[in-house]
């Protein structure tokens, strides 16, 4: 027992006999992974120089940035250009397209009005010329192309009609067909050929009878404006008259005198 209280006791002894420190003991810990900080010191006239370099390096940058806006607005410009382009190129050429199939049709238009005669008209051929008539009309309605449905009765319209002449009616209305001349054509929504037509006119109205006074009145004027005129006829007789007399009298009295 006496061993182990000699032992207590030594650990006391010895830290009364070590050296007390005043300051205390600051520990540096490092963060793992990483080396310590060391710091630079520049000076001033490098300081000033670093900013000036990197003032000039935001001026470049800006400019560049200028330089890539510019050539950025004008490729989105380009390509709005060159689309719009295109699309109008894509429709010029549907629209050529469109009038050379409309003029080549217009040229056949005369054969189908010479087919439809002749099927209103004979009766003996009537079925081959329906045939010859069905195939025609099949083929133009390939290239979609067909007559205008055009009926009397039907209001006139500008759009799809030409007028060759007008004709007063009372039983119908003002601009309606009373007669379909010619049949109009139509290529797809496009007019090839306007349906001739005679429309009907509302007939003028009667004229107003004169009243009896305002012929009183004219004849009162006519028999005034005579009279005038008989009057001046006479008082120029009497003029040229007493001017014979006078021109005789003159004669007389170089006479006289002459003898």
Do not use: C
């Amino acid at each position: 027992m006496t061993p182990k209280k000699k032992e207590e006791k030594d650990p006391v002894e010895r830290n009364s006999q070590e050296p007390v420190d005043s300051e205390p003991q600051e520990e540096i810990k490092l963060i793992e992974g990483k080396e310590p900080f060391k710091l630079e010191f520049f000076s001033k006239e490098d300081l000033l120089a670093k900013v000036a370099s990197l003032e000039t390096q935001v001026e470049v940058l800006k400019k560049s940035n200028e330089e890539n806006s510019n050539w950025k607005t004008k490729y989105t410009r380009l390509q709005a250009e060159f689309e719009n382009a295109e699309k109008r190129w894509s429709k010029n050429r549907q629209n050529l397209r469109i009038e050379y199939t409309a003029s080549a049709i217009k040229n056949f238009l005369p054969l189908f009005d010479s087919f439809k005669k002749a099927l209103e008209n004979s009766d003996k051929n009537h079925d081959i010329i329906k045939g010859f008539y069905d195939q025609f009309m099949n083929v133009l309605k390939s290239h979609k192309a067909v007559p205008m449905d055009v009926k009397i009765n039907d209001v006139f319209n500008y759009d799809y009609h030409e007028a060759l002449s007008s004709i007063e009616r009372d039983d119908v209305p003002n601009n309606t067909i009373i007669e379909v001349i010619q049949d109009g054509w139509r290529l797809d929504k496009n007019v090839i050929r306007y349906a001739k037509v005679i429309v009907s006119r509302e007939p003028k109205p009667p004229e107003p009878e004169k009243e009896e006074e305002s012929d009183q009145e004219s004849d009162q004027e006519s028999d005034q404006e005579s009279d005038q005129e008989s009057d001046q006829e006479s008082e120029n007789q009497e003029h040229s008259k007493a001017n014979e007399e006078s021109e005789k009298n003159k004669i007389n009295n170089q006479n006289e005198y002459i003898s």
